[in-house]
């Protein structure tokens, strides 16, 4: 048995609220959907992974989701754009990435990241 992917499931009251954020923000498409659960991702081959975590990095929260990006200051633009908070950064990290958090709009921590 091999493992082919693995989703992260986020519990919201209406999952209509998530497309500005994951779908127009971050440019995911929609993958599915059935009215109570929406999947939203990309078109690219996405390699299996899961993180364990004691801390966030740098004295942070653990992040409820990690999304790497291609270009991280025009995701830090569009969240700005967006009037969303910026929870933590951002901030060039020692072990390689250039990354910020921010809270979706349902109070998950979202680390928003890009290797250098």
Same mark, same amino acid.
């Given at each position: 048995?091999?493992?082919?992917?693995?989703?992260?499931?986020? @519990?919201?009251?209406?999952? @209509?609220?998530?497309?500005?954020? /994951?779908? $127009? !923000? !971050?440019?995911?498409?929609?993958?599915?959907? =059935?009215?109570?659960?929406?999947? /939203? %991702?990309?078109?690219?081959?996405?390699?299996?992974?899961?993180?364990? @975590?004691?801390?966030?990095?740098?004295?942070? @929260?653990?992040?409820?989701?990690?999304?790497?990006?291609?270009?991280?200051?025009?995701?830090?633009?569009?969240?700005?754009?967006? %009037?969303?908070?910026?929870?933590?950064?951002?901030?060039? $990290?020692?072990? %390689?990435?250039?990354?910020?958090?921010?809270?979706?709009?349902?109070?998950? !921590?979202?680390?928003?990241?890009? =290797?250098?």
């Amino acid at each position: 048995m091999k493992v082919k992917r693995i989703v992260a499931n986020i @519990a919201v009251a209406d999952v @209509a609220a998530a497309r500005r954020f /994951y779908g $127009e !923000l !971050l440019g995911l498409n929609v993958k599915m959907d =059935h009215g109570w659960i929406v999947t /939203y %991702g990309n078109d690219e081959a996405m390699s299996v992974q899961v993180s364990v @975590a004691s801390e966030g990095g740098s004295g942070t @929260a653990v992040p409820d989701l990690s999304v790497e990006v291609d270009d991280l200051d025009e995701a830090l633009r569009r969240v700005r754009e967006a %009037g969303i908070a910026i929870a933590y950064g951002p901030a060039e $990290e020692p072990w %390689g990435v250039r990354r910020f958090f921010v809270r979706d709009p349902f109070g998950r !921590l979202v680390n928003i990241l890009v =290797h250098a």
